[in-house]
């Protein structure tokens, strides 16, 4: 096992005085895919928006790449992860200009990685075509290239294929393990779908409630957990 890319220690998210995260430890390591199921309300969505740096901690610390993030934090820190929620907001423009927007952010011309990254996610017949014209998976396809082609070290994935046809989950799951495998990217997803975590992901966490259940590896975590909440809740029962 690689080094932590992230130490989460004794981290709290409160709003109005409702604590949404309350996660005592937890470490995702360099390189790994880490999947997050649970309920919706777990608190799985503020948990990635906190790694993000999106949100401040009301208490606790999030600690990146050895280094203890306080209230500020460095751009060339913030540009190092990125992520794709589950209603990508794009452009009125067409798939190349979305695609290449971030690299427009950082001053980057919009090369040939653009036109690689297209094709990777399967796109390149619509290169041209207006994003907001496009189905929702091929919309989703555009999100996840637009992350990838500024090459960040981690990648957040907030219910990346939620509502998606079986087609476009299977392209958008291959273009996360290719990702992961031929970059090291540290991949973070939350999902709904057990089902998909199994198939992504070496290390598994539940969350409930704002709180890290059980973490462990896929083969534990599914066929012989630890915590009953998490037995009921690989069996499909309703958890909260």
């Known amino acids: ?10 981290l709290r998210k409160e709003y109005e005085r409702r604590v949404v995260v309350d996660v005592e430890q937890l470490e995702i390591y360099a390189g790994e895919i880490f999947a997050v199921v649970g309920p919706s309300g777990a608190g799985k969505s503020t948990l990635l928006r906190l790694l993000n740096f999106l949100e401040t901690p009301t208490y606790g610390q999030i600690v990146y790449r050895d280094r203890v993030l306080d ?14 929620f589950q209603r990508p907001v794009l452009l009125r423009a067409g798939v190349r200009d979305n695609v290449a927007y971030g690299l ?28 907001h014209k496009l189905s929702g998976g091929e919309m989703q396809r555009v999100a996840l290239a637009r992350a990838l082609v500024i090459e960040p070290r981690v990648l957040l994935l907030d219910e990346p294929t939620a509502n998606l046809d079986p087609y476009n989950v299977g392209l958008i799951e291959e273009i996360v393990r290719e990702q992961n495998r031929a970059r090291g990217t540290t991949i973070v997803l939350v999902t709904h779908n057990v089902f998909q975590a199994k198939r992504l992901a070496p290390r598994v966490g539940l969350m409930l409630n704002g709180r890290v259940i059980e973490v462990g590896n896929t083969q534990q975590f599914f066929d012989a957990p630890h915590d009953p909440r998490t037995a009921a809740f690989v069996r499909g029962e309703m958890v909260y």
Not at 71 to 84: A, K, L, S
């Open 1 to 10: 096992m690689s080094a932590p890319i992230y130490r989460v220690e004794n």
């Open 104 to 131: 427009g952010l950082r001053g980057q011309r919009a090369d040939g990685r653009v036109d690689e990254i297209i094709a990777q996610v399967g796109l390149q017949a619509l290169t041209y075509a207006s994003a």
């Open 71 to 84: 209230g500020h934090i460095p751009i060339e820190t913030r540009r190092q992860v990125t992520t794709v």
